[in-house]
Each structure stands twice: as structure tokens, then as C-alpha cells.
């Protein structure tokens, strides 16, 4: 699954993690993304992070594909963590693109990095995604956070319809505590998901939108109609 930040990936991570079949796994390639980038400047617990997981992207992507675990392995990723990594293994797994309104994502985000760019957000990057999927005849999923969250039901088994497995009832409900395959930088992130037992409602984002964003919104908005248009 790919996602941008603040998009319930991890809830939605926490929701495979219920499923007997499967083994998850929190954001592989981010040491990755780190080692490559000037964000390491500015992500909180960088040194954590990069401490933790193998900084060597290629060597994450062999492992992933040699992965035999579980029936199905499901990998919560970040679109931007993709940095310079070649992306032919994307045709040998089942993609799932994650978006979310960036009105309602930027404000999220930038309560943690204040000031973030395009190549943060990742909305750019799932179009460029797109673009491959369809140059390359990969099928993938598009799915909308809003849309999971007013019907998480619904969304779930369309998704599993789509990935060729049966839905799990399980996939609703968890109990309310982090768990072991959080990645280290869940101090930072988390403290929702590890409140909730299962997809919480949805609110709409009442507050003003910050005048500091707005450039930011602008430029993600055509990026992230065209995803809405292509989601379940």
C-alpha cells in the first residue's frame, strides 16, 4: 500500500494486522528515504530511524519479495520513500494507492513538519504512479481515507475483491494498544491508533485552513482529483 502521511495507512495497516493470513510490516523503506534526503534534517527521530532498519532500499525490496512469512504480506508504505529505487518489483506484488483530502491532510501534517513541501505530501508522486501502473498494465487500487471512513465495511470488502482474497470480519475491530510491528517513529504519529479499537468516524476539518498552506494546497489539488476520480 502506498500512501501519503496522515492518510490512516496505519489504521488501515492495524485493520490487515487482524486477518490470521497475514503479517504486517510499518513503512520498510523509510531509513531509506531518509538516507537519500535532506528530510533527515527535519523528520522527527531520524537517527532512531535509521538505526533501525536498513538504509539500503534495493536490499528492502529483495527481502520484501523474498518474504514468505504469511499468505499475504502487507506492507504499509510511504510514495515518497520510492526515492531513486527501481520500480520493476512493483509488478510482481498487488498495489494500493491511499490518498486523502489535502485540506483535511495538510493541516494534519504540518503539526508535525510545519513547513512541507510537494515531495512530502506524496500527491505528485501517486499520479507518477499511476502513470507507471498504466504505461506498464499493472492493476492497482485506488481508495479515498474519507471513503473508508464513512464505510469502512463496504470499502474493505471491495478492496479484498480487488486483491483476490476473502474479507475478514476481524478487519473492523482490534484492541486498543500500539503494537509490536509499529515502526519506532510511533511516538511521533500515533496516538490515535493506538486510543482507537476499530476505523473511527469521520469529522469534517472545521477550523481555518492555515494561510501558510495554501500555496501547498493549490499545487496538490489537481493531483489529488485525479486520484479521487480513479478511487473505489
Same mark, same amino acid.
Given at each position: 500500500?502506498?500512501?501519503?502521511?496522515?492518510?490512516?495507512?496505519?489504521?488501515?495497516?492495524?485493520?490487515?494486522?487482524?486477518?490470521? %493470513?497475514?503479517?504486517? +510490516? %510499518?513503512?520498510?523503506?523509510?531509513?531509506?528515504?531518509?538516507?537519500?534526503?535532506?528530510? *533527515?534534517?527535519?523528520?522527527?527521530?531520524?537517527?532512531?530511524? /535509521?538505526?533501525?532498519?536498513?538504509?539500503?532500499?534495493? #536490499?528492502?525490496?529483495?527481502?520484501?519479495?523474498?518474504?514468505?512469512?504469511?499468505?499475504?504480506?502487507? +506492507?504499509?508504505?510511504?510514495?515518497?520513500?520510492?526515492?531513486?529505487?527501481?520500480?520493476?518489483?512493483? #509488478?510482481?506484488?498487488?498495489?494500493?494507492?491511499?490518498?486523502?483530502?489535502?485540506?483535511?491532510?495538510?493541516?494534519?501534517?504540518?503539526?508535525?513538519?510545519? #513547513?512541507?513541501?510537494? %515531495?512530502?505530501?506524496? +500527491?505528485?508522486?501517486?499520479?507518477?504512479?499511476?502513470?507507471?501502473?498504466?504505461?506498464?498494465?499493472?492493476?492497482?487500487?485506488?481508495?479515498?481515507? *474519507?471513503?473508508?471512513? /464513512?464505510?469502512?465495511?463496504?470499502? /474493505?470488502?471491495?478492496?479484498?475483491?480487488? /486483491?483476490?482474497?476473502?474479507?475478514?470480519?476481524?478487519?473492523?475491530?482490534?484492541?486498543?494498544?500500539?503494537?509490536?510491528?509499529?515502526?519506532?517513529?510511533?511516538?511521533?504519529?500515533?496516538?490515535?491508533?493506538?486510543?482507537?479499537?476499530?476505523?473511527?468516524?469521520?469529522?469534517?476539518?472545521?477550523?481555518?485552513?492555515?494561510?501558510?498552506?495554501?500555496?501547498?494546497?493549490?499545487?496538490?489539488?489537481?493531483?489529488?482529483?485525479?486520484?479521487?476520480?480513479?478511487?473505489?
Amino acid at each position: 500500500m502506498w500512501s501519503g502521511p496522515r492518510n490512516i495507512s496505519t489504521t488501515l495497516m492495524y485493520s490487515f494486522a487482524q486477518r490470521e %493470513d497475514t503479517q504486517v +510490516y %510499518d513503512e520498510p523503506l523509510y531509513a531509506h528515504y531518509l538516507s537519500q534526503t535532506s528530510a *533527515k534534517e527535519y523528520h522527527p527521530g531520524t537517527a532512531e530511524i /535509521l538505526e533501525s532498519q536498513e538504509n539500503d532500499g534495493e #536490499k528492502v525490496i529483495q527481502s520484501m519479495l523474498s518474504n514468505k512469512i504469511a499468505p499475504v504480506q502487507f +506492507y504499509k508504505q510511504m510514495t515518497h520513500h520510492l526515492l531513486n529505487l527501481n520500480r520493476d518489483f512493483l #509488478k510482481q506484488v498487488n498495489n494500493i494507492l491511499l490518498t486523502r483530502d489535502p485540506k483535511e491532510m495538510l493541516p494534519s501534517y504540518a503539526k508535525v513538519i510545519d #513547513k512541507p513541501t510537494i %515531495d512530502d505530501v506524496g +500527491y505528485r508522486l501517486h499520479c507518477e504512479l499511476v502513470d507507471y501502473f498504466e504505461l506498464h498494465q499493472i492493476p492497482f487500487t485506488v481508495i479515498d481515507s *474519507k471513503s473508508v471512513l /464513512l464505510n469502512p465495511k463496504q470499502q /474493505l470488502q471491495q478492496l479484498c475483491q480487488n /486483491l483476490d482474497m476473502p474479507f475478514d470480519e476481524n478487519m473492523l475491530h482490534w484492541q486498543k494498544a500500539a503494537r509490536p510491528e509499529d515502526g519506532v517513529w510511533a511516538k511521533y504519529w500515533y496516538k490515535n491508533i493506538h486510543n482507537s479499537t476499530g476505523f473511527m468516524n469521520y469529522n469534517p476539518k472545521t477550523e481555518a485552513f492555515p494561510e501558510h498552506l495554501k500555496p501547498l494546497l493549490e499545487e496538490c489539488m489537481p493531483y489529488y482529483e485525479q486520484l479521487k476520480r480513479l478511487a473505489i
